[in-house]
Each structure stands twice: as C-alpha cells, then as structure tokens.
C-alpha cells in the first residue's frame, strides 16, 4: 500500500503535467483561433466590397471566397449563405455608429450651439465610414425586414442617446415627449447627411451643417 505522502506526492505530479498538457494544447489552440479570426474578416471584407460594387443580389458565395482567398467550403463553415454575411456586416457597422463614432457626449466646457455643431459633425463622419455600402444596405432596408430591423434597432438606441442629451434642457416638456424631440432630431440630421453623402447634394455641407446647427439650437431652446 502506497503511504499518504506517496499518493500526494503522485497527485502532485499528475497535477503539474495536466497543467502543461493544457498549456501546450492553448498555445497550439491560439494560432488556429487566429487564423480563423483572420479567414472570417477577410471574407467580411471581400464580402462588403463587392456587396457595395454589386449590391447582394449581383454578388455570389463564389465570388466572395474567391476574392477572400478562400475555398467555398471554409466560406460556408463561417456563415450559411451570403444573406447571414451581409446582415453580420450591416449589424458590426451599424453598431459603430453608436459605439466607436456617434457615442454622443455633452462637453460641459463649451456651449449649447457647439455641442449640438460636434454632434452634428460625428453623425455625419459616421457616413464617411464604407458609404457605398451603407447605401446599398439603406436601399434593402425598405425592401427586406431583417435589414429594416438592424436599422430600426440602432436608430433606437440612438434616439436613447439623444434623449438624455436633451433631458436637462427640457423645462417645458413632459418627460415622455423626449422620445418625439429625438426622432425629430435624429431624422432632421440624418436626412441631411443622407442629401450631402449619398444624393450629391450641390450644397455647400458646411454651411448645411451650420444652418442644421441653428436650427437644432432654436429647437432645443424652445423646449
């Protein structure tokens, strides 16, 4: 019979090659996950080209593996056909018109009128961001009701944003008005980018944006 400090002592060791076993299993692990990252975003952005140059019905699964370097087989064993990649896509780029650029925040060192100018100014560098093909996801949103979905989803979460922007500004408002103001505000500013980014407004944009900025200041004063 093996004495205590012998079975411990066994413990022990196979504990401490357990431990190296599946250290080595991680760093074998990492470089695949790596990889796998890599193949996945590269065929996102072969995928988002070609949906901005020829729209998701003009593109196929075999033209986006093929610009991706990868066979059809690998496309498939990341996204089950090219309508999952184009609403994976729209939704990581809808989501940073909330997070990365449009994360709206009052600087309380500056005026009014000069936070609503910054904001304006955020909201419309958010378009700068692959335009070509926010604006063929735009065209799918009045057509397709997951895309119109994705959409509706962010644009509510930036109507929250504004509203707590507007919140400390509203004495003559009640409360659950705030909803409508954002929208109204929300909609005013994107129209207007939409008219400067994607319908080749002649206009000059800065001056639009100033007379938006006017406009908004008058607006919120009044609330």
Do not use: W
Not at 88 to 103: A, G, P
Not at 169 to 185: F, M, N, T, W
């Amino acid at each position: 019979m093996q004495s205590y400090e012998a079975t411990t002592g066994a413990d022990h060791e196979g504990s401490e090659g357990l431990s190296l076993i599946r250290g080595a299993l991680m760093r074998i692990r990492i470089p695949r996950q790596q990889r796998s990252r890599e193949r996945r975003l590269k065929i996102m952005e072969a995928a988002r080209d070609l949906f901005a140059r020829k729209g998701i019905n003009g593109t196929s699964s075999n033209e986006i593996a093929r610009q991706a370097g990868v066979s059809i087989g690998t496309f498939y064993s990341y996204f089950e056909n090219k309508k999952t990649l184009f609403l994976e896509i729209l939704r990581e780029h809808l989501e940073l018109f909330v997070t990365d650029i449009y994360s709206l925040q009052t600087d309380a060192t500056i005026s009014l009128k000069d936070n609503i100018r910054e904001h304006i100014r955020k909201a419309f560098k958010v378009f700068d961001l692959h335009p070509s093909f926010h604006k063929e996801a735009l065209v799918l949103k009045f057509s397709d009701p997951e895309v119109k979905k994705l959409f509706d989803e962010v644009e509510q979460e930036q109507i929250l944003i504004i509203s707590s922007l507007v919140e400390p500004y509203c004495h003559k408002r009640k409360p659950e008005d705030l909803q409508e103001v954002s929208k109204v505000i929300h909609s005013s500013v994107e129209n207007i980018a939409h008219a400067v980014k994607f319908l080749d407004s002649p206009m000059n944009k800065e001056r639009l944006i100033e007379e938006l900025t006017e406009m908004l200041y008058q607006y919120v004063n009044s609330l």
